[in-house]
């Protein structure tokens, strides 16, 4: 028996599925990677523009270009974790996450205006960097959209 208060009804909470979530933001993580390799050869290579390492280590830079290519593959995977929290404990989770991505892709978007490098070199990286926040936040928000099963789609218990 319920209480005067105690809906009968459950709450219209959507269910995640985790494995497609989780196979969207690992392929996510490969196309930022990918991203980010041809975005420096395009850089390097086509406009003659260092990012991150002096040109003169060549094209493919020194191992500045695999960790900024792994940094952009894990903030892809940080960026699916946190739309799983944020859809199986906030309300309006793609609102949330939509900010927090702007906020962050903003963010990078004015660190190299930070330092003393080149303003090719900065507008270069600031580039890159918001192509790959608007890569991963929608990528990530497509694949956490396809991955909510409403109350409407869920089998009943009974079913079988």
């Given at each position: 028996?319920?209480?005067?208060?105690?809906?009968?009804?459950?709450?219209?909470r959507?269910?995640v599925d985790?494995?497609?979530?989780?196979t969207?933001g690992?392929?996510?993580?490969?196309?930022?990677?990918?991203?980010t390799?041809?975005?420096?050869?395009?850089?390097?290579g086509?406009?003659?523009v260092?990012?991150?390492a002096?040109?003169?280590?060549?094209?493919?830079?020194?191992?500045?270009?695999?960790?900024?290519?792994l940094?952009?593959?894990?903030?892809?995977?940080?960026?699916t974790?946190?739309?799983?929290?944020?859809?199986?404990?906030?309300?309006?989770p793609?609102?949330?996450?939509?900010w927090?991505?702007?906020l962050?892709?903003?963010?990078?978007v004015?660190?190299?205006?930070?330092t003393?490098?080149?303003?090719a070199?900065?507008?270069?990286?600031?580039?890159l960097?918001?192509?790959?926040?608007?890569?991963?936040g929608?990528?990530?928000?497509?694949?956490?959209?396809?991955?909510?099963?409403?109350?409407?789609r869920?089998p009943?218990?009974?079913?079988r």
């Open positions: 028996m319920t209480g005067a208060y105690e809906s009968e009804i459950e709450p219209h959507p269910t985790a494995a497609r979530l989780w969207g690992a392929a996510t993580a490969l196309v930022a990677a990918l991203i390799v041809v975005g420096i050869l395009l850089a390097r086509l406009l003659d260092p990012v991150l002096p040109k003169g280590k060549g094209v493919w830079g020194d191992a500045s270009t695999g960790w900024y290519a940094g952009a593959a894990v903030a892809a995977l940080a960026a974790g946190l739309i799983h929290v944020l859809l199986l404990f906030t309300p309006r793609m609102r949330f996450f939509g927090v991505v702007t962050v892709t903003a963010g990078m004015l660190a190299p205006f930070t003393n490098e080149s303003t070199s900065k507008v270069a990286t600031a580039v960097n918001l192509i790959l926040g608007i890569a991963i929608s990528l990530v928000a497509g694949s956490a959209r396809s991955a909510v099963i409403s109350a409407a869920r009943s218990p009974g079913y």
